[in-house]
């Protein structure tokens, strides 16, 4: 595999006598790809029925004739302004009961018949016209699902949605009240007729309620795709592709994977370190111009996953953003380093945003590998240096790691119907495990929780399952690999339930969970040999041998020399020991890795990135603030 470099660009935002030189100077930096089109639609069809489109003929044919390759988006996730003269009530609709406004961007509910039918018609449209273009070489459908928080709506049309899907779930309405536990509070229903969204309850709505809202809504991001991916498939091979976001879990990204060809992510690094991520302020303060060293890998190897080992960056930071609550600019040297290490974890496509920065609209103190008067950027002088860094690298090879953890997107909507604690959450336990993890310099693989075949594997984590179906158990006890389960696994049964079996209830494990208590973020408790428990406890019992315990000798995690079960939350020490003594017993070898600097291993090649503003050495080699060292079969070639 070749890794390549692209860019995101609007021809609609410039004079069309700029494309063409425009377009040679993207060649000229060595970017091969090229995407567009995905916020047009307004210039597509300026009017409802009379399309434009001779202008996007253009920008394809002269782009084309640079070399670049087109990735052509579907423009649904901007809706012109008539469409809401047309469907006032298409709008999604806030937990508060507001309706959101036309005047950005994804203001649809997924749920609305209407416009979905509207956006398999564009749909169709594009494809009669570009499926059979040789320029046009993959397809990014609609932008970013769920980013502006928008899977949730709790419109009329999602009200109506969801008693229909609840219906044809439960059957009758007597097994939905059973299912839910109705009883409590009386909430039993008469009819599905009766029940409205979860939302503006007095108090906390049912869990199960909710979890069924969550799913629902999922299904609705993988329904209105779906109705778009069936259009393209029927006239064109080229790949389909969504770019998904960070850190946004409010829909099974597996299922809508499963509909496409690639998976690609927008990575802004320096961004999710100060809006996303519940993080130390030390921690952000050392990185704020790098970003978090583990963020960006997380994404790449959970997308890698979604893609079922198809991924690309769609669109990574080239400079300063404009959304995050402070936006610094990147450290020289960091925009290669993010290109480089999406490369590293198998990234086919790194993919800049955006070409030239907007003078205009609500983006203009975004960098883009322009400024908006056409003088290259910081960005642009990186990006052509990475052209030149895979250059030298040539073939990579992806292949398997020996580590895998479970990543199940339903866990999350689980722990947020009832989270008992705040503070942490499902995302934070799994990155503080990939955290661990890469602090020994394992390579990581994430698996959805569907997967049933481990093989290959040599440890396998699977933190915060809240569903943990005896199949699942029995293929994890089964794989010869080392497993840790745990905390908060097999919690809740499909429709949110204490498990019949208990907590966790896996056979074969003799663990059980006696109660849960949640902590305040200053209260730890010291865990004997080091490192603390936090946030979350479980008071463990059962035959099974006690790994770890409390210095007040409460067991912290008990299990057989191959499978176990973690009943806390451990800070980073204890994640260190955790790891540490599971990887020994699975025989692989672990380091521990300085401070930022973060390794990964791609078949022959090891790539090595150093995340800190000053000099590392490692490995014989001496790593620049920023800087990326490559080795292939032991000798270093970048
Ligand atoms: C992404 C989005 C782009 C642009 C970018 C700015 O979320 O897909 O259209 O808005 O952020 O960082």
């Known amino acids: 595999?070749?890794?390549?470099?692209?860019?995101?660009?609007?021809?609609?935002?410039w004079p069309e006598a700029g494309w063409a030189e425009d377009a040679a100077r993207m060649a000229a930096m060595g970017l091969t790809w090229v995407r567009i089109g995905e916020f047009a639609w307004s210039r597509m069809e300026p009017v409802p029925g009379q399309l434009r489109l001779d202008w996007l003929d253009r920008a394809i044919e002269v782009l084309g004739a640079a070399g670049l390759k087109v990735v052509l988006g579907t423009p649904t996730a901007t809706p012109p302004r008539w469409m809401i003269d047309?469907?006032?009530?298409?709008?999604?609709?806030?937990?508060?009961?507001?309706?959101?406004?036309?005047?950005?961007?994804?203001?649809?509910?997924?749920?609305?018949?209407?416009?979905?039918?509207?956006?398999?018609?564009?749909?169709?449209?594009?494809?009669?016209?570009?499926?059979?273009?040789?320029?046009?070489?993959a397809w990014q459908i609609d932008n970013e699902y769920g980013c502006h928080d928008t899977v949730l709506s709790y419109s009329d049309a999602a009200q109506q949605g969801f008693r229909d899907w609840l219906a044809a779930r439960y059957g009758d309405i007597a097994a939905l009240n059973r299912a839910?536990?109705?009883?409590?509070?009386?909430?039993?229903?008469?009819?599905?007729?009766?029940?409205?969204?979860?939302?503006?309850?007095?108090?906390?709505p049912n869990p199960s309620h909710v979890l069924a809202f969550r799913r629902y809504s999922s299904d609705q991001v993988v329904r209105f795709n779906?109705?778009?991916?069936?259009?393209?498939?029927?006239?064109?091979?080229?790949?389909?592709?969504?770019?998904?976001?960070?850190?946004?879990?409010?829909?099974?990204?597996?299922?809508?994977?499963?509909?496409?060809?690639?998976?690609?992510?927008?990575?802004?690094?320096?961004?999710?370190?100060s809006e996303r991520l519940d993080l130390e302020e030390g921690h952000k303060h050392t990185f704020l111009q790098q970003g978090d060293p583990d963020m960006q890998a997380m994404h790449h190897d959970l997308y890698r996953a979604v893609g079922r080992g198809r991924w690309w960056v769609m669109e990574q930071q080239p400079g300063p953003v404009n959304w995050a609550p402070y936006n610094p600019a990147p450290l020289s040297g960091m925009v290669r380093l993010w290109s480089l290490e999406a490369v590293a974890h198998g990234a086919e496509v790194v993919s800049y945003f955006r070409w030239r920065q907007a003078p205009f609209g609500q983006e203009q103190y975004h960098a883009g590998l322009l400024q908006p008067n056409g003088r290259d950027a910081v960005g642009a002088d990186e990006a052509a240096q990475v052209a030149g860094d895979l250059a030298k690298l040539g073939d990579l090879t992806p292949a398997q790691a020996r580590v895998a953890m479970l990543f199940d997107y339903p866990s999350d909507w689980a722990w947020a119907a009832q989270p008992q604690g705040s503070g942490f959450s499902y995302f934070n336990l799994i990155l503080s495990a990939y955290k661990a993890l890469r602090r020994a310099g394992l390579s990581c693989d994430f698996l959805p929780s569907r997967q049933r075949d481990f093989s290959g594997y040599d440890l396998?984590?699977?933190?915060?399952?809240?569903?943990?179906?005896?199949?699942?158990?029995?293929?994890?006890s089964a794989s010869g690999a080392q497993v840790v389960l745990g905390p908060r696994s097999g919690a809740i049964s499909d429709d949110y339930h204490v498990p019949d079996a208990g907590r966790p209830g896996v056979a074969g494990l003799d663990v059980h969970v006696d109660l849960v208590e949640s902590l305040p973020p200053d209260h730890t408790r010291a865990v004997s040999g080091g490192g603390q428990v936090m946030h979350w406890q479980e008071q463990l019992s059962g035959a099974a041998e006690v790994l770890l315990q409390t210095e007040a000798g409460a067991p912290v995690q008990m299990g057989s020399d191959r499978l176990s079960y973690l009943g806390a939350f451990p800070d980073e020490v204890l994640w260190d020991r955790i790891l540490g003594a599971a990887a020994e017993r699975a025989n692989l070898s672990f380091m521990r890795l300085p401070d930022g600097l973060r390794i990964r291993d791609m078949g022959a090649h090891r790539f090595a990135v150093n995340y800190n503003a000053h000099a590392v050495e490692w490995n014989g080699a001496r790593l620049e603030p920023c800087g990326v060292a490559v080795w292939k079969d032991g000798a270093q070639v970048l």
């Open 1 to 13: 595999m070749r890794p390549e470099l692209g860019v995101c660009y609007y021809p609609e935002h």
């Open 180 to 204: 839910w536990g109705n009883v409590f509070w009386s909430m039993e229903y008469g009819s599905f007729d009766q029940i409205d969204l979860p939302n503006l309850t007095v108090t906390d």
């Open 460 to 476: 396998i984590l699977a933190p915060g399952l809240a569903v943990l179906p005896p199949d699942l158990s029995d293929a994890l």
């Open 226 to 273: 779906r109705a778009q991916a069936e259009v393209l498939k029927a006239h064109t091979d080229a790949p389909l592709i969504h770019n998904y976001m960070g850190r946004v879990l409010d829909f099974d990204h597996f299922e809508v994977g499963d509909d496409l060809d690639i998976a690609s992510w927008d990575s802004y690094p320096i961004g999710f370190l």
């Open 86 to 137: 047309r469907f006032p009530n298409m709008l999604a609709v806030n937990a508060e009961g507001k309706p959101r406004k036309f005047g950005s961007r994804r203001h649809y509910c997924f749920s609305h018949a209407g416009y979905q039918d509207e956006c398999v018609r564009i749909t169709e449209i594009l494809a009669r016209r570009y499926a059979s273009n040789a320029h046009v070489a």
